[in-house]
């Protein structure tokens, strides 16, 4: 990491330190205050809970069927005393009312009501807590009038606390001293042994520190337990084995008897009755899943673990993917939210959820900030660096916008810089007059110049492709280790000057130079550079070939006739004027053949050809014409088959004299009463011409070279000539892209074979 760079980090994680410990101590905070929305979350949760409704509890309903069967509420004690009497014999395991008898009735009805509380045994009153202003009594509850109080196994109170949204989610399981009447119907069952306390309802059974409250644990929305009309059970209409072992719970469920309250499943219909609150609360002792709330100090705790857990993240992870990492944390709190309720406890995770989502948000702005003031410093230095290139003066521009505005300016104003100055650095390595790559480490090319485009493209070799790619596809000339293309970093620099040969003979001189960053001085790649040196490679073919002209061909006739003249000064050898000019006008004429050759495969080897539209039939058939009087001379006849017109590209000069010189050579080598044939084929991959002779044929030790300069046959009738025209013809061939072969047998007659490459749009276009 550069030094900039560490700058930055270091200042970011300041940033990231400082909102972690401010964050840490807004939530502990927060995490025990209550919130409305915590509220919300509590409802959603619990409402996709799945708990089990106990079948023992059965309620009995005053409702509206009952009001019409047995008159307008409250009724006499007596329907009461009925009700108990009927229940009596039909092994029900308890009655609990959820109705007030805080007032004494007329007569003896209180008497005969509590008899029948005491004959059944097994039933709980409620006590009220009175909330009205004005009250002298020290006593805030009101029990049962003292008859009943005394008949009924037990009391406790009924009240229920309603949310600042008056939604029905706690319960108080004491007031004061008072049980809550469910818990102590439920200590009553316990004690008699009909049911033992699991889960959290056997802690709650022990506790005697501070009475909690409880969340009631709803299985469903009103009416979810079953239910009988009160008149049905206190007329006989309920069969026994419906009420046995069951749990009675006697409460109004009629319209406009007012005991309505709003639960977390809604308030559809003026909300769920009380006795059935009543019910969700016995149900949730029973089955021992009581809803608790965790502590305070718990609850704090939990808030800060996922925002430790957050800003944990968010540092290994070096500030990347935050909103990613937001989401996550968010859903592992509304899971462990949803485990913990599930578990029997319920945390509220407002304040977890809130901190990460406000942690993220002050450290992406904050971050952002900081990057942005030390992209700002960047910027500075960089426009106080020397530019590479020559820039106006730059315009006074009125400053507008906020301080982001500003620096997005200075941030455009530094990538067009950047920008001109690449483009300057482009142009001026496409203007080189050398093919030049620039490679990183591995070799891959970065940036080509236009010359070394050319390169590229002409060795099929991709932009972005490898050096090592384009080396192979040439012939390296030089050490062994120039021979195979570089497969590691430092066998590049050992390249320098090695030469290649491309694949259309020119010939580059190789450059390496290796490239350093400007900071730290680390290598980073290299620039190679391909200097074109097929002109001196050419130049010195061309001084080495006249030299071997000049010292081995011209010298042999030039001596010949400097024999000839010491011989002419001896008395002995002297020969008549006339003999000495023949011969000595033989011996130039010979000089002056030879270095015509010379210069005719000087200017093919090295000179440019033109390149023109021709019939191969038209020289081919020009060419027998030159050598008919030739071939009449000598008894030797021409046999030609051109039916093809054979159209292609090239210099019909130089193509006419390479022919020419074949069928003049077989018609030299050939004895008379002999046939030279000369066949023109073509087809749709090449055209290809055929000469075959009856004449004396080449050796076969002397086939390998006879295309080679100043090679002579060692044949007896081959010997004579100098060795040029062979090579003449190859040269011409090989400029038109063709190939040739020779076949030969001694005394049976030589073929040779040309091919060229055929162009199909030429032989599209050829004339019919």
């Known amino acids: 990491m550069h030094q900039a760079s560490h700058s930055l980090f270091r200042d970011i994680t300041r940033t990231w330190l400082l909102i972690g410990l401010v964050l840490l101590a807004a939530t502990w905070w927060a995490g025990q205050q209550h919130w409305m929305a915590d509220h919300e979350l509590y409802d959603q949760l619990l409402t996709r809970q799945d708990f089990t409704t106990d079948d023992d509890i059965l309620i009995a309903a005053i ?193 406009g008897l007012g005991d309505r309250h709003p639960t977390p499943f809604g308030g559809d219909g003026g909300g769920m009755p009380g006795v059935e609150i009543q019910a969700n609360l016995l149900n949730g002792l029973l089955d021992g899943d009581i809803i608790r709330e965790t502590p305070a100090w718990l609850t704090s705790l939990l808030s800060t673990l996922p925002l430790l857990l957050f800003m944990g993240l ?154 090592k790619d384009l080396l192979a596809r040439m012939t390296a000339e030089g050490p062994a280790l120039a021979q195979q293309a570089p497969a590691e970093d430092d066998e590049l620099a050992a390249l320098e000057d090695t030469l290649y040969t491309s694949q259309d003979e020119r010939h580059y001189h190789l450059k390496v130079s290796s490239l350093v960053t400007a900071v730290d001085a680390f290598e980073v790649g290299w620039l190679i550079g391909f200097v074109d040196v097929t002109s001196e490679h050419q130049a010195e073919e061309q001084r080495a070939s006249l030299l071997r002209f000049l010292s081995h061909d011209l010298k042999a006739p030039q001596s010949s006739i400097l024999a000839l003249t010491q011989l002419q000064q001896s008395p002995e050898s002297r020969v008549t004027e006339e003999v000495l000019l023949e011969r000595v006008a033989q011996q130039a004429r010979n000089a002056l053949s030879l270095t015509d050759s010379f210069m005719q495969l000087t200017r093919i080897e090295f000179g440019a050809m033109e390149r023109d539209f021709l019939l191969l039939s038209d020289v081919v058939l020009e060419a027998i014409d030159q050598a008919w009087p030739k071939a009449r001379q000598h008894g030797i006849r021409i046999d030609s088959d051109v039916e093809d017109e054979g159209p292609m590209e090239g210099d019909r000069a130089y193509l006419l004299r390479a022919i020419y010189n074949l069928i003049d050579n077989a018609l030299k080598y050939s004895p008379a009463d002999t046939t030279v044939s000369v066949t023109v084929r073509e087809t749709p991959d090449h055209l290809s011409l055929e000469i075959q002779d009856q004449g004396v044929g080449i050796p076969s030790e002397d086939l390998p070279t006879i295309f080679d300069s100043y090679q002579r046959s060692t044949g007896a009738d081959l010997s004579a000539g100098y060795g040029l025209g062979l090579a003449l013809v190859k040269s011409v061939i090989e400029r038109h892209g063709g190939t040739i072969e020779c076949d030969s047998t001694e005394n049976v007659g030589t073929c040779f074979r040309l091919c060229f490459p055929a162009r199909p749009e030429l032989l599209a276009d050829s004339p019919t």
């Open 63 to 255: 409702d509206e069927r009952s009001l019409e069967a047995l008159g307008r509420w409250p009724w006499s004690r007596d329907v009461h005393a009925r009700f108990l009497d009927q229940l009596d014999g039909m092994n029900v395991s308890a009655v609990l009312f959820d109705v007030v008898f805080a007032e004494a009735a007329s007569g003896s009805q209180d008497q005969r009501f509590a008899a029948a509380l005491e004959r059944y045994g097994h039933a709980f009153l409620p006590v009220i807590h009175d909330s009205s202003p004005g009250r002298l009594s020290a006593s805030t509850y009101l029990p049962p009038i003292t008859p009943l109080r005394k008949a009924a196994r037990g009391m406790g109170h009924i009240n229920i606390r309603s949310d600042q949204d008056g939604i029905v989610r706690h319960i108080a399981l004491y007031r004061d001293e008072m049980p809550q009447l469910t818990l102590r119907l439920y200590q009553h069952m316990v004690s008699r042994g009909l049911v033992s306390p699991v889960g959290a309802t056997e802690s709650l059974l022990k506790h005697t520190g501070t009475r909690p409250n409880v969340r009631i644990p709803y299985r469903a929305g009103a009416f979810h337990y079953p239910r009988v009309s009160y008149v049905d059970i206190l007329q006989g209409r309920v069969p026994p084995s419906l009420l046995e072992d069951r749990i009675v719970m006697i409460g109004a469920t009629a319209n």
């Open 314 to 467: 968010v540092w290994v992870c070096k500030f990347r993917h935050m909103a990613k990492l937001m989401l996550l944390v968010l859903a592992l709190v509304m899971a462990a939210a949803w485990g913990l309720l599930a578990s029997g406890w319920w945390w509220p995770p407002l304040a977890a959820l809130c901190s990460v989502i406000v942690a993220c948000v002050l450290i992406s702005w904050r971050c952002q900030a900081t990057a942005l003031r030390w992209f700002q410093l960047e910027i500075d230095r960089l426009e106080k660096e020397p530019s590479l290139i020559p820039e106006p003066e730059p315009a006074q521009q009125a400053e507008w916008g906020l301080v982001l505005h500003q620096r997005l300016l200075s941030l455009e104003r530094a990538i067009t810089r950047i920008h001109d100055t690449r483009q300057f650095i482009a142009d001026s390595i496409d203007s080189m007059p050398i093919a030049t790559l620039v490679v990183d480490v591995q070799g891959r090319i970065i940036l080509p110049s236009h010359q070394g485009r050319r390169l590229l493209k002409q060795h099929h070799v991709n932009a972005g492709g490898n050096i």
